[in-house]
């Protein structure tokens, strides 16, 4: 198991990068949580043991439902089931889940913690670091939302055998955009110490500017055109697709300036 952290002061928290890392969740549970809400999608073949009582929250599946329809069907269902601020949410799937869970633990009771257990490669090497949670409105991606790190990160790599090829697709797409950002040739890592590389990065990046006012922005590389071909497809191409037609787009344009030669683009 490769243990990581995204050291950010007194919120700094721990990322478990492996095969079997979602059997650590009792471990790295917030001291004193009596109950946890697990969030999750019916698809999703995951099942994981916070060892405390807890319940399992299903949530519907693609972008349409990271929305504020789901943030209050969410809150909803914890109130009713008498979640309180000293209990924690358990987002177990991929970034659609961990920004939507994400957001409803950072505004449930003005903020209670959650735990990412991320089973998608996106999700793992960018979607559950770092803190940004939030969801879509009609008028956009991620509109509404708030920085909220989470208390730890599980990254198992040995759930991500039965993820869709696609989706595999997608997480390489995101993947791809950490040589850029000094990754080197990741390709030629195994699969634990790739996406620990990646997580690194990101760690990296977040600690030094949680909120976005200048570094971060690196790891928006190619997600310009991105956000626009996902927007204006109606989300036909995921997000993972469009970030590596983005990173393309973004490299292709830098070559034209005049700032990068041939070779990097290709
Ligand atoms: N917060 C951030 O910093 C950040 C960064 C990058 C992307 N994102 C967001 O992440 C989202 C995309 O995340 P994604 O690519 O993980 O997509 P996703 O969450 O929609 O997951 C893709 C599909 O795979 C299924 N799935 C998940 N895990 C599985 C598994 N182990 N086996 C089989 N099926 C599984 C899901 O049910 C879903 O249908 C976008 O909304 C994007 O905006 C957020």
Sequence with gaps: MIELEVPLGDRSYPVLVGAGARHRLLEVLPIGVRRAAVVTQASIPVDVDPGVEHQVFTMGEGEEHKDLGTIEDLCRQWAAWGLTRGDCVVAVGGGVVTDTAGFAAAVYHRGIPVVHVSTTLLGQVDAAIGGKTGVNLPEGKNLVGAYWQPSAVLCDTEVLSTLPPEEWR?????????????????????????????VRIKADVVSSDERE??????????HTLAHAIETA?????????????????????AHRLGRIDAGAVA
């Design 233 to 253: 497809s109606d989300h036909a191409l995921r997000h993972g697709e469009a970030v590596a037609i983005g990173l393309i787009y973004a490299a292709e344009v």
């Design 170 to 198: 997608c997480g390489l797409g995101e993947l791809a955009k950490y040589h850029w950002l000094g990754g080197g040739q990741l390709y030629e890592l195994e699969l634990d110490e790739r996406v620990a590389a990646c």
């Design 213 to 222: 006012s200048g570094r971060r922005a690196i790891l928006n590389y190619g």
